[in-house]
């Protein structure tokens, strides 16, 4: 088991014939994330460390993970101190940078170094990418059937989307479950929820945020960074994939991004999540500065349900969205 802070090129992990596991999924999926935070925080991490950091940290000695790969470039500048922390608990750490000016050389080294810690060859790693393509080409039919035909609820795209940064570690299983999700959503009804919405930012550690927006006769039609992590360039080389990948570069390819789905999915509004204690969240700066349609910004610190005031602010939203149409 490889766990991972976050989307790496898992074909070369899967090349290998390892199973890569994405420790923020596990973390937000166990039975008590709450209990992880308690642990973290017990063992030094303070008060104002994010919660997913104290949560990817708990996960990993939980499952007693013995190597993680660790994202010190391009994501969460936290990552590089938890990596320390990680390997004083015996922990082998296997870093990975993006560029953050998102050199293709650069890039291409980067992956060559990944590609010989776990002692493959790209022509393994070019039969996985070819096998994962089939996986990733019926996810962008369900984020079709979320955007262009209504059947797939906000919800579901973000679970089978973010759940692709690994697979859930089983490629095979999670095709079947796809498959069989997919035929059932082919049959559905559309639905005719009024108002469309945008997903902006890292997933969110709430639950029940999908649902509460859909009380409110309104619908996410695009998850932004959860796309991201599926990453669906299909007609482009594994380098170029991850060029193209938008989360750990600057912010003027996810505007870009943003911009192209406002268009094409046609978005009223866009809900922006930030993390409380991340450095992310300045980025709400450049979004609302760049982006011409509304914005809520909410924010999440630990694990558990929406509250009332987060929830009183998109029913507010959604109505100035409904009387702006
Ligand atoms: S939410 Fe922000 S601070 Fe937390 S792990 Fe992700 S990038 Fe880092």
């Not at 596990?26 to 303070?46: C, K, V």
């Not at 950091?53 to 590089?80: F, M, P």
Request: hydrophobic residues 40%; aromatic residues 10%.
């Amino acid at each position: 088991m490889i766990g991972l802070t976050t989307t790496v090129p898992v074909e070369i992990i899967y090349a290998a014939g390892l199973k890569p596991v994405d420790l923020n999924n596990l973390f937000i999926n166990s039975e008590n994330p709450g209990e992880l935070l308690r642990t973290a925080e017990a063992d030094g991490f303070s008060h104002n460390i994010c919660a997913w950091i104290k949560g990817i940290y708990a996960t990993v000695l939980l499952h007693r993970i013995e190597n993680v790969v660790a994202v010190t470039g391009g994501d969460c500048s936290n990552t590089v101190a938890l990596a320390e922390v990680l390997e004083r608990r015996g922990v082998r750490v296997i870093p990975f940078n993006y560029p953050l000016d998102r050199d293709r050389d650069a890039l291409v080294t980067e992956m060559e170094k990944f590609r010989k810690v776990f002692s493959v060859e790209w022509s393994d790693i070019e039969a996985v990418r070819k096998r994962l393509d089939r996986i990733r080409q019926k996810l962008v039919r369900l984020d079709e059937l979320t955007y262009r035909e209504n059947r797939v609820s906000g919800f579901e795209n973000h679970l089978y989307l973010v759940s692709s940064s690994d697979f859930n570690g089983e490629p095979d299983a999670f095709e079947h479950g796809l498959e069989l999700f997919l035929a059932e959503a082919e049959k559905r009804e559309e639905s005719r929820a009024g108002i469309r919405l945008g997903y902006l930012g890292v997933p969110p550690i709430l639950n029940g945020f999908y649902e509460v927006i859909e009380s409110f006769d309104a619908r996410v039609v695009y998850n932004e960074i959860q796309r991201q992590f599926s990453l669906p360039f299909l007609d482009r080389d594994l380098v170029d994939r991850y060029l193209s990948y938008t989360y750990p570069y600057d912010i003027k390819g996810r505007v870009r991004d943003i911009e192209k789905a406002i268009q094409e999915r046609h978005l009223d509004g866009l809900i922006h999540y930030t993390q409380t204690f991340c450095h992310r969240q300045i980025y709400d700066i450049v979004l609302r500065e760049a982006l011409e349609i509304p914005i809520l910004t909410l924010e999440g610190d630990r694990p558990g349900k929406v509250d009332s005031r987060t929830a009183f602010r998109i029913e507010t939203f959604v109505e100035m969205l409904r009387d702006n149409k």
